[in-house]
């Protein structure tokens, strides 16, 4: 005996042994699951076993994996993972598939920070061979992202983890679920809740393809509510001031696809192919550097004379203004108190408009099928001052939706506690859920939110007041100032001049 046996994990398996299969060693983790590497004993070879752990009692994790296993079996394409099989039956749910000895694109990303766009280009032509064919039969991946396309020995590759696939007779599988999707790589309509189409796997492919050429995704945000957002509203950025090589034809397309409406991007996978074999190494001046004075250098010393006693008469000038009996302060004084109260005017209305396009775009996202979008979106407008009452109540029902997932209803119950006074309509219906609600996490949230609603309401005045206050110091400094100013001026005008 080698004493006892070691607590397994949920990660692990009940036995090394799923026969026909011998699990040797753990490779990773997938979009669900682990994976093994094993031996065939039949054939004595290795191949890749994907497994759920026993624990896993998910309904709709249970759904996904096996909805894979039979996806899998249909799918036969050079570049797609071959599937062997698999079972699922009582707590064994496992399948096996080819091994792929070659890495993934996200180990080479690890390696060498970028790839040359001529490998970009070749690779990218197999990730639309394998779309292509995923559409044409009805397929969408929708998790498209480096670590999911794998390397064999041969250098090809294939794309793998069909996990959150949705054929399209079926796509609201997810709608209880975790995460779906990886944020770096979600399209705008993944993230708004909207349609998922062939499109969608098109936006994602341009994340990766910009992840290729650059070493990193076109959007990173702080936060995964500013990524979220930078997907649906920043501008599309460029690849060349991040790989100086890439040729324009190349970086034009990466744009397309990564363009907020699917109707922008390319129809189709096969479209995106031949564009990608029409890319040259042509290399397109897109300005001139702008040319040299000569004259600068041309200029001669007794011009170089008159400029310096130009200069020295103004520089005399001004100090004779400054040094001059009516002092100005006053009156700078006044201009500034005005302009501060312009900036701050102009400031606060842009803010505002800003703050309105935030709110619209995190109302979208309540819609979305993914819990960590509409986690990330209710996080985010409890952030932003001045809701609207439809946004609120956008908030109060899926905290009231009994079938939403319970963090998804926690993060509501936190949202408008962090409104604060703004949410003081929904204080009845919080008082509740805090005496009703069966979950003890909901409960104790949903009492947070009160208290935190019926202390801010005090903060809120205090705030107004301090703002009252600024502009009434700045109205009273500038007009002082401009009075003060006025009186000099009415006693430089009464002193005789010869004084």
Known sequence: MNGPPKPKTSAEPSSRWIWPFELKERLGEGGMGVVYRARYVVKDIDVAVKMLPDDVTNPVVLARFEREVELLKSLQHPNIVRSFGGVCEDKRRFYAMELMSGGSLEDMLQERGKLPWELVIEYGKQMCAALDYLHKNGVIHRDLKPANFLIDQQGTLKLSDF??????????????????????????EQIRGGDITPQTDLYALGCVLFELLTGKPPYVGETPAATMHMHCRADVPRITPLALDCPAALEQLVMQLLAKEPADRP????TVARQLGLVTSRVTVVSK?????????????????????SQYKETRDLERVVSGRASKWPLLLSLLCIAGLLVWGFGLQETAAKAARAEELWVEALQS????????????????????????????????????????????ARSLGAMGHQ????????????????????????????????????TTRHRWLMILCVIVVLAVGGYVGWHNYGD????????????
Do not use: C
């Open 163 to 188: 996990g959150l696939a949705s054929v399209l007779a079926s796509r609201r599988i997810t709608t209880a679920g975790k995460t779906a999707g990886t944020l770096l790589y979600m399209a705008p």
């Open 488 to 499: 000099t001026l009415l006693q430089e005008s009464r002193r005789p001049h010869g004084s």
């Open 289 to 309: 550097p702008r040319p040299i004075d000569s004259d600068s250098f041309k200029r001669s010393p007794s011009s170089s004379r008159s400029t310096e006693e």
């Open 423 to 458: 949410a003081r309509t929904v204080t009845p219906m919080l008082h509740r859920l805090w005496n009703q609600e069966p979950d003890q996490e909901l409960r104790a949230q949903s009492h947070d939110a009160i208290q935190r609603i019926q202390s801010d309401q005090g």
């Open 369 to 412: 099928e993914h819990a960590l979008v509409q986690v990330n979106a209710l996080q985010s407008l409890g952030k932003l001052p001045n809701l609207k009452e439809p946004s609120i109540d956008a908030v109060t029902e899926v905290l009231e939706d009994t079938n939403q997932a319970p963090e998804v209803r926690i993060a509501a």
């Open 267 to 270: 129809t189709d996978a096969l």
